[in-house]
């Protein structure tokens, strides 16, 4: 399995940027799809964003599109997604996973999740 440390959480103004890393070692990071769930107390784990492993698709949950994007770099091994426009739903634990099989949408088709990064956001 591929090993996965996010990155760049912290507390950030509504309205602020914040990008968010996730490093992977191990097996070849190149073979996977990425995604991005976030968490936030006393909610369900949810989909934010995915991408291929060729990064040639993108997937947003509606609550993201076009304030988030997320990409990533084969080269360096990390997967990263950019917010914009933060705003007091976004406080959450985030977290980065690869890619299993099935539909970029449901956690249950990721597997080697990382411990996640937290993001909070002040008004």
């Known amino acids: 399995q591929v090993q996965l440390v996010e990155s760049g959480g912290g507390l950030v103004q509504a309205g602020g940027s914040l990008r968010l890393s996730c490093a992977a070692s191990?097996?070849?990071?190149?073979?996977?799809?990425m995604g991005w769930f976030r968490q936030a107390p006393g909610k369900e784990r949810e989909f934010v964003a995915a991408i291929s492993w060729s990064g040639s698709n993108t997937y947003y949950a509606d609550f993201v599109k076009g304030r988030f994007t997320i990409s990533r770099d084969n080269a360096k091994n990390t997967v990263y997604r950019q917010k914009h426009s933060l705003t007091p739903e976004d406080p959450a634990v985030y977290y980065c996973?690869?890619?299993?099989?099935?539909?970029?949408?449901?956690?249950?088709?990721?597997?080697?999740w990382g411990q996640g990064t937290q993001v909070t956001v002040s008004s």
């Open positions: 191990g097996r070849t990071f190149s073979n996977y799809g």
């Open positions: 996973a690869a890619h299993e099989a099935g539909s970029y949408y449901y956690a249950r088709s990721f597997h080697s």
